[in-house]
């Protein structure tokens, strides 16, 4: 609703660079590099560095279940327009909100070639604690798939079950449908373990099937 920027602005539409800082009523965000042919969103270039600093993403996206993010994040590519995007994209997000809980220290590391996404990430945060690789399709039909190592979560502390558990063990998800109507996901969990209310169980898999 309400915004103020300083800083610099250098070149033309076709040949960018910019230092600068919008403060705005939905968080702060900083854009720092240089952009090319901006005109056409087919054959523009970007490489950037972008902070932002308590922006509301809920807002941005018009969804509830987000809100404030801090991150730094260097994005390098060409392309804006879906399906033909190019972009390589590497950063830290020190602090998103999701449903009612913030999740700290996220390092990311992926690229989207047209349709295709492909992240590396590894959260550190007190109460989950993951690394392992996501592939998906970010069509307008989106599915994904996820491989990776669940060291920890204590699922009551962010909001995912009514009672304390922690939960660990090696994680192979697929989620052929997503939409706002309907999710489909088999998720796989080998080498698994399973504490809740005084009760430690060694599982060697836990399966759990939706939308079937």
Known sequence: EEFNAHGTVAGSINNLSTNLTI?????TA???????????????????????????????????????????????????????????????????????????????NGSIKGSSLHVVTDINDPNLD?????????????SFHFTGMLDSIKTFPLN????????????DANIPVLNENYLEANILMTNALLVSADQRLPLDTIEFISGR
């Not at 690394?131 to 399709?137: A, F, V």
């Not at 995912?160 to 994680?171: C, D, S």
């Open 23 to 27: 403060i705005s009523s939905v968080g």
């Open 30 to 108: 900083v854009v720092n590099g240089r952009f090319t042919n901006l005109s056409n969103p087919v054959a523009a270039t970007y490489n950037a560095l972008v902070r932002t600093n308590s922006l509301d993403l809920g807002y941005i996206l018009r969804n509830g279940q987000f809100k404030n993010i801090s991150a730094n994040v260097t994005v390098s590519g060409k392309g804006f327009t879906p399906g033909k995007i190019n972009t390589n994209f590497k950063g830290d997000i020190y602090a998103i909100a999701y449903n009612d809980y913030v999740y700290r220290n996220i390092i990311v």
């Open 130 to 142: 993951l690394n392992g690789t996501l592939t998906g399709n970010i069509s307008d039909a989106p």
């Open 160 to 171: 995912l079950t009514p009672q304390p558990a922690i939960v660990r063990g090696k994680i």
